[in-house]
């Protein structure tokens, strides 16, 4: 487990960009925190790291954010997502099978689903208006 501290939007961008270089193809990021937090900040890093040059938004209207390229990123919000089913019916599972790199805000409200999955665990909890703590448990970071 690693933890770090961020004091800029853009320090949690690079710290996203430097995890995604340790993601192998299929590999599932979950994160929890709090609204806020910088979970997208964190993911537009990743899609950076990816090589990924499409700019990185929130996908909280659309559920998930799709980015072709070498190594292909889908970037999920479960904040509107109910169930199992819900999960399924969203390709969450068919792009990890595909080799994307998944992520995936507000996983808390899949914990029981995900739990055993296979899984970069990120926490990113919110100190003041510009410090972030972020945990990173089961990545290579
Ligand atoms: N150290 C920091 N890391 C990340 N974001 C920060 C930091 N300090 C301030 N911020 C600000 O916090 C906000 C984070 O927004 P972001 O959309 O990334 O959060 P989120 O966790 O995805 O929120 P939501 O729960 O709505 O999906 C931005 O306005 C950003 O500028
Ligand atoms: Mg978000």
Redesign the pocket.
Known sequence: MACYT????A??VELGSRLAETLAPGSLVLFT?????????FCEGIAKGLGCTDPAS?P?FSIVNYYRGPRPFAHF?L?RLQNAEDLEVAGFYDYLDEGAVVAA??SENFAGLLAGEPAVRVD?RTVD????TITIEGGAL
């Open positions: 961020t004091h800029s939007r320090e949690t925190g709090g609204l806020g937090a910088g979970k997208t900040a929130s909280t919000d904040y805000e507000w990113i208006e510009n410090t972030r």
